[in-house]
């Protein structure tokens, strides 16, 4: 008997998503007073305090720029083909598991890439050995330990319209309880509603995406390609490809990048060429400007997480002898006096 997700990859859910579903807001009104909003508002102020109320990105300076990734936000993340979008998008959803729930949903690749990724990851062992089958007796080891989880992580959309994603999204969302939906990537998409232009097109199929997860109580973060203007040596928001209405009604904006020079600020090395970084063009509640390296592990081809160094003194005493938190030492900065 097949389970719901594998119901929704070979398309045979009900045409109407809500059939035989309770809508999570239901009951929740949606008009409220001025006492309902600073009442709430009060409240939390007093309430313990906690890193973050929704998922992690994986790595802990993005996390405190951003505090997480919250219930019904939105988040664009851009950056040039084979950056590692899809790449980002698994260390995200593996930091979270089992905690949280994600739903990759890909208009590309296939599964085997995924669960590949997956378990190249976990293992910690070489991506091009996997692939070509030809492991360490170390590395066959590690994987023989890599264990998956029960939980939907992978929705097949390739040849999908976009509205019919949304049905699925939707009632997957409502069934399982996912917290996040990450489409990869937007200009992969397509819709059934015909459009006059490329631009109409992908800003239509932008809003559907993130309006059917939003009015469902979790957050989308959409991936996007890029397309850098002439004169400009790095992304900003206005680079996502083929539509700047995405980033305007986005919550958060992220820029992935390779610098081919070295980037420094006060004399303090930011970056080094070749390194991965992530530019924070738009944070709607945080500090826009920030420059956060990825770490990346060239071997397996996957991002490494980095903690909260809370938990992990040294790298707070390596911050320090450092002269601080380079995502605040860059902010504001990015495109005016930084030098390449």
Partial sequence: MMDETEKAQAGTLPDDPTEGAQD?????PRVLTDRDLVGAAVRRAFEPHTAMTGCTTGHWRLDDATDGIEPETVWVIGADTSWGKSSLAIMMADENMPGKKFLIVSAEDPPRLYGNRFVVRRAKVSA?????RSLTDVE???VEKVKGYEQPV???ARGRGVEWVCRHVKQII???GI???????LQAFDNEKPQQDRRNQVSYIARVLTDSVKTSGAAAIILSQITVSEGKSRPDKHSIRESRDVSNAAE???LGFTPDKPIEKDGKRLAEAGDKCLFADKVKDGTRGGLIVMPWNEEGAYFESRKDPE????QGVIDSANGGDNYDDFADDFHNDVSP
């Fill in 24 to 28: 999570v807001a239901a009951d929740v």
């Fill in 128 to 132: 091009k050995r996997f692939k070509r």
């Fill in 140 to 142: 066959r080891s590690r």
């Fill in 154 to 156: 992978y929705l097949d």
């Fill in 174 to 176: 409502r069934e399982y």
């Fill in 179 to 185: 917290d996040v939906v990450v489409y990869d990537y």
């Fill in 252 to 254: 958060n904006v992220l």
């Fill in 311 to 314: 938990s992990e003194r040294l």
